[in-house]
C-alpha cells in the first residue's frame, strides 16, 4: 500500500517504521517545511493517507486529503470542533475518514471498561469522580483527546455529571467532572478514573509503556479502511 504521513514528528516517524515493517511504501512525509510537496504528489497513487500533525494543521491537512478522494486515518487531538466538516466532506467526496482519539487495543479496552464501571457507579452518589491525564511536556493540547472520550463515557452514564471542566487542583462547580492534565516526561500517556468516598476508593488506570500501540493501531486501520468509505471509528474496526 501507497501511505502519505501527513505530519512527520514522533509519531508519524514510529507509523513509517511500522507501516514499511509490514511491506508498505511511504510517499511522502509531509511537515510544515515542505508542505509545497503536496503540489507535486500524484494523489491517485496514495491509497491512504495518516495524518497525525498538530491541532491547528489538522483541518487543513485532513480537508486536502478528503478534497483529493484520499482516505484519511486521523489521530490529530485537539481540533474535533470542526469535524463534522470533515465528516461532510467525506460524504461529499465518496471516501473514507476515520478518527480515533487514541488507536491503541489497551486504551479501546480501557474505554470499555470505564463506561461499565461509570454504570455500576451511577447511583453511588457518596462517590467524588475525576480524571487525570499524564503526557510529555511537548503535548500542544490539554486535557488529551483520551481523556475527553474517558470523560464523555462518564457522562454518558453518570446523570449527575453533565460535563467536564479541566482544573488544576480538581475543584469544579457541582455537575462537571474534573480533569487534571500534568505535564511530565517522557510520559507516553497515563489515563486514571478515580470514584473517593470517605469509605474507600476505587481507581482504574492505563500507562502507555511506549508510542507503539498507538502507531501500530494507526497502520491496521490504514490497512482495514483501503477498500471503505464513510465517516468511521474504532466500534467499526474492533470486535469487541
Ligand atoms: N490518536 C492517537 O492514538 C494519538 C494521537 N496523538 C496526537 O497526534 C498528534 C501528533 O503527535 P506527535 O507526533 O507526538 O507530535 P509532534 O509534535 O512530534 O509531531 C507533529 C508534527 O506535525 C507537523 N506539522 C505541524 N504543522 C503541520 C502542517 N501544517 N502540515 C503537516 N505537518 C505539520 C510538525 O512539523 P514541525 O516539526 O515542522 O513543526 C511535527 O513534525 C497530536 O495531536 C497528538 O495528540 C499522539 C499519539 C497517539
Ligand atoms: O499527544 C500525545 O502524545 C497523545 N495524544 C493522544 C491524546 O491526546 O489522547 C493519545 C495519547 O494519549 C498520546
Redesign the pocket.
Known amino acids: 500500500m501507497n501511505i502519505l504521513l ?8 514510529i507509523i513509517g517504521e511500522i507501516a514499511e515493517s509490514r511491506g508498505h511504501h511511504i510517499s511522502g512525509k ?4 515542505n ?1 509545497g510537496d503536496l503540489d507535486t504528489l500524484d494523489s491517485s497513487k496514495i491509497d491512504v493517507a495518516i495524518e ?7 483541518f ?2 485532513i480537508s486536502w486529503a478528503i478534497s483529493k478522494g484520499i482516505p484519511v486515518v ?5 481540533w474535533l470542533d470542526k469535524k463534522q466538516d470533515i465528516d461532510d466532506l467525506t460524504v461529499k467526496n465518496a471516501t473514507a475518514f476515520f478518527y ?5 487495543v489497551g ?1 479501546n479496552i480501557f474505554f470499555k471498561v470505564n463506561k461499565f464501571l461509570a454504570g455500576l457507579m451511577k447511583d453511588q452518589e457518596d462517590y467524588k469522580i475525576s480524571l487525570e491525564e499524564v ?2 511536556t ?4 490539554a486535557p ?3 481523556a475527553i472520550t474517558l470523560a464523555e463515557g462518564i457522562i454518558g452514564q453518570i446523570d449527575r455529571v453533565q460535563d467536564w471542566k479541566l482544573s488544576d487542583n480538581g475543584e469544579v462547580p457541582s455537575g462537571s467532572l474534573p480533569i487534571t492534565a500534568k505535564r511530565i516526561d517522557p510520559a ?2 497515563t489515563h486514571i478514573i478515580r470514584y473517593q468516598s470517605e469509605i474507600d476508593d476505587i481507581e482504574i488506570t492505563h500507562t502507555a509503556h511506549s ?1 507503539k500501540g ?2 501500530l ?2 497502520v491496521l486501520v490504514s490497512e482495514w479502511i483501503k477498500e471503505k468509505k464513510g465517516v468511521l471509528s474504532m466500534d467499526d474496526f474492533l470486535s469487541f
Open positions: 501527513l505530519g512527520y514528528g514522533k509519531m508519524g516517524k509531509i511537515n510544515i517545511d508542505r497525525f500533525s498538530q491541532p491547528d494543521a489538522a487543513e491537512n486521523s489521530g490529530t487531538t485537539g480515533a482519539s487514541n488507536f491503541s486504551v503526557h510529555h511537548e503535548k500542544k493540547d488529551s483527546g483520551t507516553p500517556g508510542r498507538f502507531a493501531g494507526a
